[in-house]
């Protein structure tokens, strides 16, 4: 078991940054690929970014490129989402999750966190 929590939500404005931090305890957080997906209201929840093991290979969803960040700290069982130039659209939960390989698939995903609320204001 891997247990997930996520912090670092809050209300920003339009243009603004955030970084989301996922802290994760249990078994070797080193052994998991980590990824951040988020869910807006009324809409599926979606993939944002991954990062494999040794955090050498990242991944993103096409609209986060440029502006969002995935890294991670083994030594801390941490993985972050930093994020700028954030828009209105970016508005959702964002999740933290875990998988035995970084991916891009939802499914793939065994561990979950409660989710943290991103809430950009125009």
Known sequence: QVQL????????????SLRLS?????RTFRGYGMG??????????EFVAAINRSGYSTYYAESMKGRFTISRDNAR???FLQMNSLKP???????????????TMERAYD???QGTQVTVSS
Request: aromatic share 14%; glycine share 18%; net charge negative.
């Open 5 to 16: 929590v996520e912090s670092g939500g809050g209300l920003v404005q339009a243009g603004g």
């Open 22 to 26: 996922c802290a994760a305890s249990g």
């Open 36 to 45: 951040w997906f988020r869910q807006a209201p009324g809409k599926e929840r």
């Open 77 to 79: 069982n941490t993985v």
């Open 89 to 103: 659209e970016d508005t959702a939960v964002y999740y933290c999750a875990a998988s035995f390989g970084a991916t």
């Open 111 to 113: 561990y979950w966190g």
